[in-house]
């Protein structure tokens, strides 16, 4: 689960900002909230309300490049992707700062890194209990020691396994994450316990899913019971449940090397899955307008396609669709149901930008409130971004579980958290005065430069 996640310098976010999950003193809604650690509780939901360019889909790739950072690494010989604030001369020069504090593993830790497009400057790894916390590692290039890595060399305690791990620490590339560097180089075979490190990467593996409305490729965890009948079963009844009009769904195996799709993304599909330590990974893939549930099987990737099923109206019988002779919205729902499938397994934290996109209002409320119903006390987190201020409602929401993203005329994005800036009442009403501009986040409209335009052009 995710606690809290910081950026610093990163696209419009100039200086610090924090976004938590951590419940606020609202004691309403009690099944949106879950301890995953004990001692320690998390929301299992917020969704981030704001204007068009405000910053929202920049708070998800803030995530998702911290992530890709840490599992993919940069080539060798290339700049580390670095992407500063650009409208002040001194931010482009400072580095951007990551920070995850994560519930794992009935722990809870703290990662964060700095770098630029050149070095990592500092990267950590803490544990945090209720009494105190404690560093795992700590790099830091500007300190006498650069790498303290003295926790791990006390788990460690052959001598061989303390030099291996001194001198793997020294080798790290100045634009490479140590974590990633422990990842790609297979240290656990040559030392006895790097428990901890190992958490952290499962987590950002295995539970931290980002997804933009553009994604082809989606990850997720396989049904418990991995058999095509009960992946049917699955997709079926969550169709019939929002009224698709679809019957059900049947899958036909396709070679998956002769679908035409592009050699780098095959090779990112290939690495992803083959990353997964669950054994039941699995990945939808939209491409040319088909559905393909695909799963990895001795190194080699199964593909297999999704066919819709209606029931023709004059006879008892039953017509085949691909999905993209299906209507918008019902295909960015086929986006969701891998999701509602993972939701109800637990041990994932989704964030996904621009959730609404071709679902009608109504749909929208009922994929959370099922979120709600099928998740109490399981693991899981639902974290997205929308327009959609239909949503913003306390018979959906806490008020700690609503976001408002802010961008200021000098191009700096801020985040806000209902109960911490408004705190409304909780009868209130608050999409009307969300829409009026009460609680910002909404767009600014500049009549006077519209005037000037239609002048221009009589």
């Not at 699955?234 to 929002?242: C, E, K, V």
């Not at 396709?254 to 990112?268: A, E, H, Y």
């Not at 949503?391 to 000098?410: F, Q």
């Amino acid at each position: 689960m995710l606690q809290q996640f910081t950026a610093i310098n990163f696209l419009s976010f100039k200086g610090q900002v924090v976004f938590k999950l951590k419940p606020g003193r609202g004691t309403l809604k009690s099944h949106h909230k879950v301890e995953p650690v004990k001692g320690f509780t998390v929301l299992k939901t917020a969704i981030m309300f704001g204007a068009n360019a405000s910053g929202k889909s920049n708070f998800v790739k803030a995530i998702d490049l911290g992530k890709r950072l840490v599992l993919e690494g940069t080539p060798i010989g290339s700049p580390m992707e670095y992407h500063p604030f650009r409208l002040h001369t001194e931010n482009k020069k400072k580095d951007t700062t990551f920070i995850y504090v994560i519930l794992c593993n009935n722990k809870k830790y703290e990662y964060g890194f700095s770098y630029n497009a050149e070095r990592v400057s500092k990267e950590w790894l803490k544990q945090i209990t209720k009494k105190t916390e404690y560093s795992i590692f700590e790099r830091n290039i500007n300190a006498d020691n650069p790498f303290d890595i003295s926790y791990l060399l006390k788990l460690n305690k052959k001598e061989s396994e303390k030099q291996f791990l001194t001198v793997f620490a020294k080798a790290t590339p100045p634009r490479s994450l140590f974590l990633h560097e422990v990842l790609s180089r297979n240290v656990h075979d040559n030392v006895s316990n790097i428990e901890d490190l190992e958490n952290i990467l499962a987590w950002f593996i295995n539970t931290l899913k980002t997804i933009f409305p553009a994604t082809p490729y989606k990850q997720g965890s396989m049904l418990k019971a991995v058999d095509d009948n009960k992946l049917k079963e699955g997709f079926g009844a969550i169709l019939r449940f929002f009224d698709t009009g679809i019957t059900s769904i049947d899958l036909e195996k396709v070679d998956f090397n002769k679908l035409g799709i592009p050699q780098d993304l095959k090779n990112f599909i290939q690495t992803d899955l083959s990353k997964s330590n669950t054994n039941e990974a699995f990945g939808s893939l939209r491409f040319e307008d088909n559905l393909y549930l695909i799963t990895i099987s001795d190194g080699e990737i199964v593909a297999k396609k999704l066919m819709i099923i209606h029931k023709r109206i004059d006879v008892d019988d039953f017509e085949l669709f691909s999905i993209g002779e299906e209507s918008d919205g019902t295909q960015r729902l086929f986006d969701f149901i891998p999701l509602i499938l993972d939701f109800i397994q637990g041990d994932k934290v989704f964030i996904i930008d621009e959730m609404e996109r071709s679902l009608h209002p109504a749909l929208m409320i009922k994929l959370i409130e099922l979120y709600y119903k099928y998740s109490e006390e399981i693991s899981t987190q639902l974290i997205f971004t929308t327009h959609n201020s239909s949503l913003m409602s306390y018979e959906l929401l806490r008020s700690d579980e609503i976001w408002t993203v802010n961008k200021s005329s000098g191009g700096i994005s801020s985040l806000s958290r209902f109960d911490e800036s408004y705190n409304p009442r909780f009868d209130k009403i608050l999409q009307p005065q969300y829409l009026k501009g009460e609680y910002d986040g909404i767009p600014r409209f500049d009549e006077e430069e519209l005037l000037k335009l239609i002048r221009l052009l009589r």
